[in-house]
């Protein structure tokens, strides 16, 4: 599965991004879809995940209530809508299939797409 990740830019802190995850050669609905980050010097993290079926999903606690995970399957892509963002949100974004999550993480799979740089200026 090849995903590709798009919607990164500059923004200034309190602004708004959305992020897209897409792929022309498989069905996302499929799939549970997640938006991981890593920012210079950290380890990645899960920053949202949502289900095959989009029953559930995760957010990591400093996203919780500023950004939303979706999914379109006419379009066949997953999307991250980031409002409020801080200056600590600068990373870069990655989506990827998940292979498990629950209350309290996201654990990233197999696919992966190529990542797009979210800056948030002060």
């Known amino acids: 599965v090849q995903l590709q990740a798009s919607g990164g830019g500059l923004v200034q802190s309190g602004g708004s991004l959305r992020l897209s995850c897409a792929t022309s050669r498989y069905t996302l609905e499929h799939y549970a879809i997640g938006w991981f980050r890593q920012a210079p010097g950290k380890e990645r993290e899960g920053v949202s995940c949502?289900?095959?079926?989009?029953?559930?999903?995760f957010y990591e606690d400093s996203v919780k209530g500023r950004f939303t995970i979706s999914r379109d399957n006419i379009k066949n892509t997953v999307y991250l809508e980031m409002n409020s963002l801080r200056t600590e949100d600068t990373a870069v974004y990655y989506c990827?299939?998940?292979?498990?999550?629950?209350?309290?993480?996201?654990?990233?799979?197999?696919?992966w797409g190529r990542g797009t740089q979210v800056t948030v200026s002060s």
């Open positions: 990827a299939t998940v292979a498990a999550f629950n209350d309290d993480r996201c654990i990233g799979g197999k696919y």
């Open positions: 949502l289900s095959s079926g989009d029953e559930t999903s």
